[in-house]
């Protein structure tokens, strides 16, 4: 076994995790394939690009990836060093001058002595000729350990690979994920439980006891939204005139065959929608004991009941504007949005399936993944991944191919429940960006959204503390 390990794509997660592995001593092969192949939306020779907004966003730990970030700044994040040390000014936000922070991490990188920095795209033939029945990457993976931290915009004949050794049936998706609401945000007052026609069905039941018995049975899957014409109205025209993200070429031509956003298809007339997604018939507003003009609906996100996504709103709208128009629906105005709806391009295992919560592949021991790959969505998600994936590899490797005990954060932490939640069963797995949604709630509730943030960030922090602590002795 090679005293080495090799990682796979000079990206976020893979330069992380090549400075966490090479600075304690252990040398590093990182293969990254540009500057001679670039994906379609890299452009830059240096590692770390990014390709999109320049925002790491929030600083504040009473924001999930500030808190997020503030664990990784406790771990020595090389990544997050060099983002504080290029910061733009963008006010409570961590924005970096993005030519600066590549540039950076490269050089930080090739100044390292025990880093070898292949330009070369895995995958293609002249890397590891596979013996038969192997993929290349089971040949690296042969001669030591390997970490596969190639994103949403993985090659393709790496994903080739990837499928081949997964026996996934495909890796390529396009993720148009509807926003994801805290349910406690939600205004209960006009928000009400229940499935289309539920409701005529029970007509015995008064619709306070039918809501009522249905919240205690925690039966509905839906909580509905109801909107008067005024309502739907108002809605209508700031969603149809709202401003959307710029799409990549490549996104244009494949995005819109199944998936189609809630603003497209509003701009097809003014009634679209409330024969579509916002349909209300089968339901009577609590407000006006009525039929309302429009509903729309949200359903339960995750086995805990807390998140709900808003159904059918797959939308391409800027996240600012995401929360301004959506905030428009009755029942919203005060909705804290964990996750905004994107649309694009993404390459991820079905890592509830495959992966442990170290990263490594349940199937090959000397395998690991690390970023976007893995089912996190973000650049600090990504950068949290690569470096869960290195203190393991590297651990791996100084116990002579045994991970006896995997470095596996506490899920209190947002590094633990982020990997946690890659790693737990889940039959409708979305890629997870930071939240205080995927945190164990505190045992006391509070209602004040601020306090109750700080109180889990400051959780978080001191039972990372501990860990580091227990870790040092
Ligand atoms: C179009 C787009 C926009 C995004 N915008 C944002 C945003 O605004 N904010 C945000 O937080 N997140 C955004 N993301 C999501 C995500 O956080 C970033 O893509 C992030 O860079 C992922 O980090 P990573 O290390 O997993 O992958 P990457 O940073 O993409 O790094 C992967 C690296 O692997 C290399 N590579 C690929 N295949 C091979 C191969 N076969 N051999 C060798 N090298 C290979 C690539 O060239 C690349 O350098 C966006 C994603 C996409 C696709």
Not at 105 to 128: A, S
Not at 297 to 305: A, H, P, V, Y
Request: hydrophobic fraction near 35%; aromatic fraction near 8%; include cysteine.
């Amino acid at each position: 076994m090679e005293s080495y390990i090799t990682i796979i794509g000079g990206g976020l997660a893979g330069t992380e995790a090549a400075y966490q592995i090479a600075k304690r001593g252990i040398q590093v092969k990182l293969y990254e394939m540009k500057p001679k192949v670039f994906s379609p939306a890299h452009s830059d020779a240096n590692l770390a690009e990014i390709v999109c907004s320049n925002s790491f966003k929030s600083n504040l730990h009473t924001n999930a990836c500030g808190l997020l970030k503030e664990e990784l700044r406790k771990l020595d994040s090389l990544l997050i060093r060099i983002a504080d040390e290029t910061a733009v000014p963008a006010g409570q936000a961590l924005a970096v001058d993005r030519k600066q922070f590549s540039k950076r991490v490269t050089e930080e990188l090739e100044k390292m002595e025990n880093i070898q920095i292949i330009r070369k795209e895995v995958g293609k033939q002249d890397i590891r000729k596979p013996t038969q029945g192997y993929t290349q990457i089971e040949e690296m993976a042969k001669e030591g350990i390997v970490i596969i931290a190639t994103g949403p915009l993985t090659s393709d004949s790496l994903s080739k690979e990837i499928i081949k050794l997964t026996g996934e049936d495909k890796l390529y998706f396009y993720d148009a994920a509807a926003p994801i609401i805290e349910k406690e945000s939600v205004n209960m007052e006009i928000a009400f439980w229940g499935e289309r026609y539920e409701q005529e069905r029970r007509k015995e039941e008064t619709i306070e006891d039918w809501q009522k018995r249905i919240e205690k049975q925690n039966q509905a899957s839906y909580l509905n939204l109801p909107m008067n014409e005024e309502e739907y109205e108002k809605f209508w025209t700031e969603l149809v005139n709202a401003q959307i993200v710029t799409l990549h070429d490549f996104e244009k031509r494949e995005l819109f065959e199944g998936c189609m956003p809630i603003e497209i298809m509003a701009k097809r007339g003014k009634d679209t929608l409330r024969f579509g997604p916002l349909k209300p018939v089968g339901f009577t507003d609590k407000r006006t004991g009525r039929r309302p003009y429009a509903v729309v609906q949200l359903r339960q996100d995750n086995k805990e009941g807390n998140l709900f996504n808003m159904v059918g709103f797959q939308t391409n709208l800027k996240f600012g504007e995401q929360q301004r128009v959506f905030q428009m629906i009755p029942g919203l105005e005060q909705a804290n949005f964990v996750k905004f709806g994107v649309m694009h391009r993404n390459t991820y295992l079905h890592s509830t399936k495959l992966l442990e919560p170290t990263g490594r592949l349940k199937q090959n021991s000397n395998l690991y993944f690390a970023g976007q790959i893995t089912g996190v969505e973000g650049y600090v998600e990504s950068i949290c991944s690569g470096m869960v994936a290195a203190l393991n590899a590297q651990k791996q490797l100084k116990e002579k191919n045994k991970l006896q005990n995997p470095i596996i954060f506490p899920k209190t932490t947002m590094i633990g429940a982020l990997m946690d939640y890659i790693s737990t069963s889940n039959e409708n797995f979305q890629p997870m960006n930071a939240n205080f949604g995927i945190l164990p709630p505190l045992t006391q509730t509070i209602k004040d959204k601020k306090l109750k943030y700080t109180k889990l960030a400051d959780r978080a922090l001191a039972d990372l503390e501990e860990m580091l602590q227990i870790d040092d002795k």
